[in-house]
């Protein structure tokens, strides 16, 4: 696929498809929406505040009064949440077409989930973890599943902090972010693999958003400022996840982002850079069994 060639006037038909979207009410997963119930599909909105996402969802239906939306609870921040949502979710539908891992939270000062994880590896990443695993089931059901979860160019600049997963000993807003932006690419590299390990038909893919003004940058100090300086719109930022989630022309295992030369930044959606460590095996191998390990949910284990 050449640069810059995919346009959100490339979204084939989706009638028929239904896709569960985490964090769907602002940014970048309510503009997914918005493309994806235009073009016929079937959207589950999975977000921690119902009230606000059932507003959106009005907002979703001005545009495309067709729409169709369901809006279920789904706090990341809370295993039990995210069982309830499988739970719940296994009642209404019998195939799942894509996973749009969206949510996240950026930058807050030390916060904690429910379990006691740190904020943002909790949420980003070990949320995303367990509720991944149980919809397997769900995704095998549908003719051509995929799973893309939403990473970052902050990936660039993470390391895992072992020994300090969960800030037990210190904790840096940014370090933390750029971890579990890190643990989501590995994640979703090392799930296409083990995936394809045992046969199955499911396509994973990782995407980020380049520098897009979101709520995102609402924890973070002068992040207004940097919004309007460098950031491109939410509505050109959801498209790599977008494209990942309905285009013929991306790879499982593959990571796409904006095409714009400059780090990134901006533009329309085209092979992204992944750092080396993104492939390493043992790391990976590492990092899943300790997210197994934390969750208590296990799947595709050796």
Known sequence: MSRSRWRPAHIPDLFGKTIVVTGANSGIGLEAVKLFVANGAEVIMACRNTAKAEAAAEQVKILTPQASLTVLPLDLADLESVKTFVATLKQRINKLDVLLNNAGVMAPPLQRTKEGFEMQFGTNHLGHFALTGP??????????????????????????????????????????????????LIFAKDLHRRLQKCGSSIQVMAAHPGYSATHLQDTVPGGGV?????????EMGCLPGVMAATSDNVTSGGYYGPDGKVFELRGYPAPAFARKITDNVGLAEKLWDESERLTGVRYLSA
Do not use: D, M, T
Request: hydrophobic letters at 45%; proline letters at 5%; a positive charge.
């Open 135 to 184: 919809l397997l089931s769900l995704l095998e059901a549908a003719p051509a599943p995929r799973i893309v979860q939403i990473s970052s160019l902050a990936h660039r600049g993470g390391k895992i902090l072992w020994g300090n997963l969960n800030a037990e000993k210190r904790y840096s807003r940014w370090s933390f972010y750029c971890q579990s932006k890190l643990a989501n």
């Open 226 to 234: 940097f919004n309007w300086l460098l950031a491109q719109p939410a």
